[in-house]
């Protein structure tokens, strides 16, 4: 039977994945190396709009499913 935590866990989790999925490509793939078109890989690019909001979400849910790990194994040694 699940805890209660373990239900927040599991919420968390899903979420970091549905939001690391909705993330887009920062690189060509293999087909640009081998046609040799990833050649602006150290060009900076500044992530803009919806890219940005997902980005924070993710370092934001990834945060907190750390933080969440670490209460539950304190609490589980109470």
Known sequence: MLNWYDWIMLAVAIIIIIL??????????ASGAITGGGLNIFVKTKERGAEKVVSILTLV????????????????HI
């Open 61 to 76: 849910c990834a945060i907190v499913f750390f933080f969440v790990a670490i209460l539950i194994e304190i609490y589980a």
């Open 20 to 29: 690391c999925l909705l993330q887009g490509g920062k690189s060509e793939g």
